[in-house]
């Protein structure tokens, strides 16, 4: 599943249609620049964090909420 989400970033977000000239993200007007591979690799790692924070830090949430 995550070769097919990082494919479709990759053809809307960095691929450069030759139809619109530009990526179709730019075009709907989803995003102001080109983004590059290492722009979705970082965003990639950083969603990733915060979807799978680690235990220790999961702990420390449910004390803090209970004060």
Known sequence: ?????FYFMVYNFVKI????KTTPA????VTT????????VMM???M??????PKRDLALL????KV
């Open 26 to 29: 730019m075009e709907a007007g």
């Open 62 to 65: 449910h004390q803090t909420a």
């Open 44 to 46: 990639s790692e950083t």
């Open 33 to 40: 620049y080109l983004w590059s591979m290492e722009n979705i």
């Open 1 to 5: 599943m995550h070769a097919v989400s």
């Open 17 to 20: 249609h030759k139809t619109v």
């Open 48 to 53: 990733g964090a915060i979807k799978n924070p």
